[in-house]
């Protein structure tokens, strides 16, 4: 089981960046994917959310209109598209897969290692 993101890097305020999040060795299509961040000295905190068939997605206030989750069950992949970036979007994106199932239910979370996005001039 495995989610690596990539795409992360250096971009100045204002600019646009967009993270990816390859998943493997489970049926990513039942999965719930969400994007976290962590800023330094910071608690981790959701970002956005697409449901299994990307029929569903919700943000944080502090990104929407300006941040897009995307996925493509095909590719085993989730996107997370950043515009208008801001220096308060500093941190490391995680992200995240989960599904709930059984009874009592159980609760099934992977997590990838993180991705650095730094905003800055």
């Known amino acids: 089981v495995q989610l690596v993101e990539s795409g992360g890097g250096l971009v100045q305020p204002g600019g646009s960046l967009r993270v990816s999040c390859e998943a493997s060795g489970f049926t990513f299509n039942r999965y719930v994917v969400s994007w976290y961040r962590q800023a330094p000295g910071k608690e981790r905190e959701l970002v956005a959310s697409?449901?299994?068939?990307?029929?569903?997605?919700d943000y944080a206030d502090s990104v929407k209109g300006r941040f897009t989750i995307s996925r493509d069950n095909a590719k085993n992949t989730v996107y997370l598209q950043m515009n208008s970036l801001k220096s308060e979007d500093t941190a490391v994106y995680y992200c995240n897969a989960h599904k709930r199932e059984g009874w009592p239910p159980y609760d099934y979370d992977y997590w990838g290692q993180g991705t650095q996005v730094t905003v800055s001039s």
């Open positions: 697409i449901t299994t068939i990307g029929g569903r997605t």
